[in-house]
């Protein structure tokens, strides 16, 4: 089954799974506002846009038109608009995609504070994890 990332948070929430805010946008205005509106919820400044594809390695993939990155940072809502116009409508090469690599119609705009706080807690559990099985 291919789904995106928004797709599965969908699904998820609706079984009362909590999973971090985002919002998809088409257009690097849609994105802007997506910003506006989380910035206003969270407090957040800083934002992740993230490319939306059936692929595994958007943040080290590389979109062919502008080499920007699959998943970018944007330190303000200024920087929302131009990191989303050099995302949508190009064509996104990751390990997974091959040299055709995929066309980006659309990407998830989340805030920062959120992402930071998952990666961290990803890191930590992972590095747990990988402690207790070379535990003896």
């Not at 971090?20 to 992740?48: H, L, N, Y």
């Amino acid at each position: 089954m291919n789904i995106h990332e928004y797709q599965a948070k969908d699904i998820l929430k609706k079984y009362g799974v909590a999973v971090q805010r985002g919002i998809v946008a088409d257009t690097p205005d849609k994105a802007v506002a997506a910003a506006k509106e989380i910035q206003t919820e969270t407090g957040s400044k800083w934002f992740v846009v993230k490319s939306q594809i059936h692929a595994g390695g958007r943040g080290k993939g590389t979109v062919k038109e502008t080499g920007s990155k699959g998943v970018v940072l944007a330190k303000s809502v200024d920087e929302v608009f131009e990191k989303s116009k050099a995302i949508l409508g190009g064509t996104l090469v990751t390990i997974q995609t091959g040299a055709a690599g995929r066309v980006l119609h659309e990407h998830l705009a989340g805030s920062l504070n959120e992402q930071a706080r998952n990666h961290g807690f990803y890191r930590r559990w992972n590095e747990h994890r990988r402690s207790s099985c070379h535990s003896s």
